[in-house]
């Protein structure tokens, strides 16, 4: 049956990765025989220029009646003042498909070893499943003149399903360890979260269970990034923890991520945003979309042929030297897609 994909190309370098990522999809199509039609919706800054606002209704109801959706990236510093920000739309669409698990894995290329700041990352393989739907980024903001206030909500629930996600995540993987990363020793929602977490890992006796404050987690992602198999962290916390976690890639250019919620639709987005300081001049690294795109494949069309196709392409593409300029190279947006088109 043809599967529909609806498309947000949005921001910056939302449009040029898109095409990208989209190319590489119709190629693994063909070969693999998967059927599908693309719808593009309007979000972020571009629909506010042309609707007023980021996730206009019908990019909503077209996003809720697809069978998985591919989002770019938004946001620009020309709204950084306005009252309607590219931001919002993200943050409402991720709570009205009620995606609360954000699975951002972490692979280290054998040929980018080199060139990652860090010392040592030899035998680093670790996702972090960053909750989506709650915390501090969906509180209530206040800004005053001399005073601003930021609420950070978190219920039992929000957080029993993000480790029940979490402990499933692991129980797949070869170590079967997670790690709770929270800041139980000053936040009441983290104080919530570890109880929460002793009470879920009494269901799987077979994951280990460690606690770490996120302070330290910060500091060990950079010391020790072999102790992690599974990290599971609350929204804010998932989202700084994994921009530092891509400096171990060598770049936020190649770390890809899927959405999931309750319905079984899914989002599949690279982890980095619009990237305005390189937006238009065709040298955005793709690899992050395109890695999003066999995400896509792999797990909203249990198409696992044309996930790892994607995937020893990419491989391939860099053992072969070909490298975009966050990682030291020259290849173009367009060089590096057509690299990759070649080896698959
Ligand atoms: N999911 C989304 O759409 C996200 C949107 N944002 C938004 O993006 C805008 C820009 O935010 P920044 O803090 O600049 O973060 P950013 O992630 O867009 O960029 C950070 C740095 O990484 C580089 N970079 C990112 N992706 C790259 C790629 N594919 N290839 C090569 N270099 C890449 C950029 O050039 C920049 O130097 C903001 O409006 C922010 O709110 C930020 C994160 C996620
Ligand atoms: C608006 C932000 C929460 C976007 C972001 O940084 C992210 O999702 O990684
Ligand atoms: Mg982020």
């Known amino acids: 049956m043809t599967k529909k994909i609806v498309t947000l190309s949005g921001d910056g370098i939302g449009p040029e990765?898109?095409?990208?990522?989209?190319?590489?999809?119709?190629?693994?199509?063909?070969?693999?025989?998967?059927?599908?039609?693309?719808?593009a919706k309007d979000f972020g800054g571009v629909a506010i220029d042309k609707q007023g606002l980021p996730l206009p209704a019908e990019t909503l109801v077209a996003a809720k009646n697809a069978d998985a959706i591919l989002l770019a990236a938004i946001g620009h510093p020309k709204y950084n003042s306005a009252k309607v920000r590219p931001e919002q739309g993200l943050l409402a669409i991720r709570k009205a498909l009620g995606l609360?698990?954000?699975?951002?894995?972490?692979?280290?290329?054998?040929?980018?070893?080199?060139?990652?700041?860090?010392?040592?990352?030899?035998?680093?393989?670790?996702?972090?499943?960053?909750?989506?739907?709650?915390?501090?980024?969906?509180?209530?903001?206040?800004?005053?003149?001399?005073?601003?206030?930021?609420?950070?909500?978190?219920?039992?629930?929000?957080?029993?399903?993000?480790?029940?996600?979490?402990?499933?995540?692991?129980?797949?993987?070869?170590?079967?360890?997670?790690?709770?990363?929270?800041k139980q020793n000053v936040l009441a929602t983290s104080k919530l979260w570890r109880k929460i977490a002793d009470e879920v890992a009494l269901d799987?006796?077979?994951?280990?269970?460690?606690h770490q404050l996120v302070d330290s987690c910060a500091m060990l992602l950079i010391t020790n990034p072999q102790?992690?198999?599974?990290?599971?962290?609350?929204?804010?916390?998932?989202?700084?923890?994994?921009?530092?976690?891509?400096?171990?890639?060598g770049t936020l250019g190649v770390m890809p991520s899927s959405s999931h919620g309750v319905g079984?639709?899914?989002?599949?987005?690279?982890?980095?945003?619009?990237?305005?300081?390189?937006?238009?001049?065709?040298?955005?690294?793709?690899?992050?979309?395109?890695?999003?795109?066999?995400?896509?494949?792999?797990?909203?069309?249990?198409?696992?042929?044309?996930?790892?196709?994607?995937?020893?392409?990419?491989?391939?593409t860099f053992t072969d030297g070909v490298l975009t300029q966050d990682l030291g190279g020259r290849a173009t947006t367009k060089e590096m897609t057509d690299a990759i088109l070649a080896r698959l």
């Not at 990765?17 to 070969?31: C, S």
């Not at 680093?124 to 903001?141: A, C, P, Q, S």
């Open 17 to 39: 990765i898109m095409e990208a990522g989209l190319e590489v999809l119709a190629a693994v199509a063909e070969k693999i025989g998967f059927d599908y039609v693309l719808e």
């Open 264 to 316: 079984g639709l899914a989002l599949y987005e690279p982890i980095h945003g619009s990237a305005p300081d390189i937006a238009g001049q065709g040298i955005a690294n793709p690899v992050s979309m395109i890695l999003s795109v066999a995400m896509m494949l792999r797990e909203s069309f249990e198409l696992e042929n044309g996930a790892t196709l994607i995937e020893n392409a990419v491989e391939k």
């Open 204 to 210: 799987y006796p077979d994951v280990t269970l460690e």
């Open 100 to 182: 609360y698990a954000n699975v951002r894995p972490l692979k280290i290329y054998s040929e980018l070893k080199g060139l990652s700041p860090i010392r040592n990352v030899e035998n680093v393989d670790f996702v972090v499943i960053r909750e989506l739907t709650g915390g501090v980024y969906f509180g209530e903001h206040t800004l005053e003149e001399d005073k601003a206030r930021d609420v950070n909500d978190y219920t039992a629930d929000e957080i029993r399903r993000i480790l029940r996600f979490a402990f499933e995540t692991a129980r797949k993987r070869p170590r079967k360890l997670v790690t709770s990363v929270d």
């Open 227 to 249: 102790k992690f198999d599974v990290i599971v962290t609350e929204n804010l916390f998932g989202d700084i923890l994994t921009d530092e976690a891509s400096s171990l890639a």
